[in-house]
């Protein structure tokens, strides 16, 4: 493969031309991974597009310098811009798989005028909160000090290796552990020291300008967990979601046809791309489903193969669980149903080892909790406790007792009002809060223990002392109904509801 950059930090790359000079299509793998990591993919795609791979620094057949510095986000931002320079593109769309997703995330954001458009494959990297980051930061400096000590081997005993993999085709399995054993101890400590930590960009995504189009294998739940918060950081109706619900972690992989009738379509959605036989878009067939929800997808099952990104179940937000509400006929595999906002039937995916609660919000005109009080516990239902033998995270202190998974309740007919954010958190830290209400709302109001705020996508909030405190949120919808939502947050030791 050619290199591009200088000397000891120059990243591998391939092009593979489009017969009719089709747009450029940038594709960027995950940790431990390579350019194999689309191998299936590269000859349907290459109909359409011109299509680029890029090996991050430490990958495959790129350099892998001592010095982790050189892989952090920056510079990697700056190779990709450079070598995008370099090959006479202007212009492209940029797609990431796992840690790829972040780095593309990271360049669109550095400079949104280069891309057309994102496409986001199962990156927990990108989805995680700053919590996420701060957890992978410690697991990461881990997996670095034992590299170094004791090389790559011990990672071949680990689902990081993809000769383990029964979910990939052969030919892509091969090359992946092709590449997997040219791994240095180099290069993955200085990815694991310089860039997972620091590639996150969650507060920032409320700045993207560019369409994002998520890839989403519902078999991956860390990445499944995540998602809510993360659409709903994003700005409204920026983003395009395709559930994919037999793949994994490797959904372009394991399901190589339904990932790239995707793109194609995304790529046509936003005038990428020709409409096929001037005709509009068509979506990607098959048992993918496209959601254009305003920034907000309420995942629909969750499988249990966990994402490749970090060790020891560092994928899991620190133990914490995002909430989310939109109503559903059902409950869904996967999920505990719960009475939330207004009546809606809410799925929470279940935290490693532990319960969520959402504590039911009135539908009110007038009253809400005053800034910073704490509320009584109240008959919440809960989720059940993980099965035995699954796989588990050590969460913050506080445990919430299990319940008994209440009886469905009916739909609302009209809007709703919907919190996403974190159930439980520690004394001193702070979370972020999402209006996840459907339709959008025309105004907010937030009433949480750190103030009042108005009019704001989503509130960041400090927890002072232990106890059970409210976030609060009245929206305004454009019927001139108002509704109100209510989660209560325990923090420390306390234990809200049940």
């Given at each position: 493969m050619p290199l591009f950059g200088e000397p000891g930090q120059r990243i591998a790359y391939e092009r593979y031309p489009h017969a009719g000079g089709g747009p450029p299509l940038y594709l960027i793998h995950g940790f431990t991974a390579s350019a194999a990591s689309f191998a299936a993919n590269i000859a349907p795609l290459r109909e359409h597009f011109t299509v680029?791979?890029?090996?991050?620094?430490?990958?495959?057949?790129?350099?892998?310098?001592?010095?982790?510095?050189?892989?952090?986000?920056?510079?990697?931002?700056?190779?990709?811009?450079?070598?995008?320079?370099?090959l006479g593109d202007e212009r492209g769309l940029l797609c990431g798989h796992s840690l790829g997703g972040a780095v593309a995330v990271q360049c669109a954001l550095a400079a949104p005028e280069r891309f057309a458009g994102l496409v986001i494959i199962n990156s927990a990297s990108a989805a995680g909160t700053p919590a996420w980051a701060e957890a992978a930061r410690a697991g990461m400096a881990e997996l670095a000090a034992r590299v170094r000590a004791e090389g790559t081997g011990f990672l071949k005993r680990t689902r990081l290796y993809p000769a383990h993999s029964r979910r990939l085709d052969e030919r892509s399995r091969e090359l992946l552990?092709?590449?997997?054993?040219?791994?240095?101890?180099?290069?993955?400590?200085?990815t694991a020291e310089g860039l997972i930590p620091f590639v996150n960009a969650f507060e920032r995504l409320p700045e993207l300008q560019v369409p994002v189009l998520v890839v989403a294998g519902q078999r991956d739940r860390d990445f499944m967990e995540v998602l809510p918060g993360f659409l709903a950081q994003l700005p409204h109706g920026l983003a395009r979601v395709v559930e994919l619900p037999e793949a994994g972690h490797a959904a372009n992989l394991e399901q190589p046809r339904e990932f790239e009738a995707a793109v194609i379509d995304f790529a046509r959605e936003i005038g990428y791309l020709p409409a096929a036989d001037g005709t509009a878009p068509r979506h990607a067939a098959g048992s993918s489903t496209l959601n254009v929800l305003g920034g907000l997808l309420v995942a629909a099952g969750l499988g249990m193969l966990a994402a490749a990104l970090v060790v020891a179940?560092?994928?899991?937000?620190?133990?914490?669980?995002?909430?989310?509400?939109?109503?559903?006929?059902t409950p869904t595999a996967g999920f505990t149903p719960v009475t939330a906002v207004a009546g809606t039937r809410t799925a929470i995916p279940l935290p490693a080892g532990g319960v969520a609660t959402l504590t039911p919000a009135a539908t009110v005109s007038g009253s809400t909790p005053a800034a910073g009080a704490a509320v009584p516990p109240s008959p919440t239902p809960t989720a059940t406790p993980r099965a035995a033998g699954a796989?588990?995270?050590?969460?913050?202190?506080?445990?919430?007792?299990?319940?008994?998974?209440?009886?469905?309740?009916?739909?609302?007919?009209?809007?709703?009002?919907?919190?996403?954010?974190?159930?439980?958190?520690?004394?001193?830290?702070s979370a972020t809060y999402f209006d996840a209400s459907r339709p959008v709302p025309l105004r907010v109001t937030w009433v949480t223990p750190?103030?009042?705020?108005?009019?704001?996508?989503?509130?960041?909030?400090?927890?002072?002392?232990?106890?059970?405190?409210?976030?609060?949120?009245?929206?305004?919808?454009?019927?001139?109904v108002t509704r109100t939502a209510v989660v209560n947050v325990a923090v420390g030791g306390a234990t809200c509801g049940g």
């Amino acid at each position: 493969m050619p290199l591009f950059g200088e000397p000891g930090q120059r990243i591998a790359y391939e092009r593979y031309p489009h017969a009719g000079g089709g747009p450029p299509l940038y594709l960027i793998h995950g940790f431990t991974a390579s350019a194999a990591s689309f191998a299936a993919n590269i000859a349907p795609l290459r109909e359409h597009f011109t299509v680029v791979t890029v090996e991050l620094l430490g990958h495959g057949g790129s350099d892998a310098p001592d010095d982790p510095a050189l892989y952090g986000p920056g510079p990697a931002v700056e190779r990709i811009l450079g070598l995008m320079d370099a090959l006479g593109d202007e212009r492209g769309l940029l797609c990431g798989h796992s840690l790829g997703g972040a780095v593309a995330v990271q360049c669109a954001l550095a400079a949104p005028e280069r891309f057309a458009g994102l496409v986001i494959i199962n990156s927990a990297s990108a989805a995680g909160t700053p919590a996420w980051a701060e957890a992978a930061r410690a697991g990461m400096a881990e997996l670095a000090a034992r590299v170094r000590a004791e090389g790559t081997g011990f990672l071949k005993r680990t689902r990081l290796y993809p000769a383990h993999s029964r979910r990939l085709d052969e030919r892509s399995r091969e090359l992946l552990t092709r590449d997997f054993d040219r791994l240095t101890p180099a290069g993955l400590a200085g990815t694991a020291e310089g860039l997972i930590p620091f590639v996150n960009a969650f507060e920032r995504l409320p700045e993207l300008q560019v369409p994002v189009l998520v890839v989403a294998g519902q078999r991956d739940r860390d990445f499944m967990e995540v998602l809510p918060g993360f659409l709903a950081q994003l700005p409204h109706g920026l983003a395009r979601v395709v559930e994919l619900p037999e793949a994994g972690h490797a959904a372009n992989l394991e399901q190589p046809r339904e990932f790239e009738a995707a793109v194609i379509d995304f790529a046509r959605e936003i005038g990428y791309l020709p409409a096929a036989d001037g005709t509009a878009p068509r979506h990607a067939a098959g048992s993918s489903t496209l959601n254009v929800l305003g920034g907000l997808l309420v995942a629909a099952g969750l499988g249990m193969l966990a994402a490749a990104l970090v060790v020891a179940q560092l994928g899991k937000d620190g133990g914490r669980s995002f909430v989310a509400a939109e109503p559903e006929a059902t409950p869904t595999a996967g999920f505990t149903p719960v009475t939330a906002v207004a009546g809606t039937r809410t799925a929470i995916p279940l935290p490693a080892g532990g319960v969520a609660t959402l504590t039911p919000a009135a539908t009110v005109s007038g009253s809400t909790p005053a800034a910073g009080a704490a509320v009584p516990p109240s008959p919440t239902p809960t989720a059940t406790p993980r099965a035995a033998g699954a796989a588990a995270t050590p969460t913050p202190t506080a445990t919430l007792a299990p319940s008994p998974t209440p009886t469905a309740t009916a739909t609302p007919a009209g809007p709703y009002a919907a919190i996403a954010g974190p159930l439980r958190v520690g004394v001193g830290e702070s979370a972020t809060y999402f209006d996840a209400s459907r339709p959008v709302p025309l105004r907010v109001t937030w009433v949480t223990p750190s103030g009042t705020v108005r009019d704001v996508h989503g509130v960041t909030v400090t927890f002072p002392s232990e106890g059970c405190f409210a976030v609060t949120m009245e929206a305004v919808f454009p019927d001139g109904v108002t509704r109100t939502a209510v989660v209560n947050v325990a923090v420390g030791g306390a234990t809200c509801g049940g």
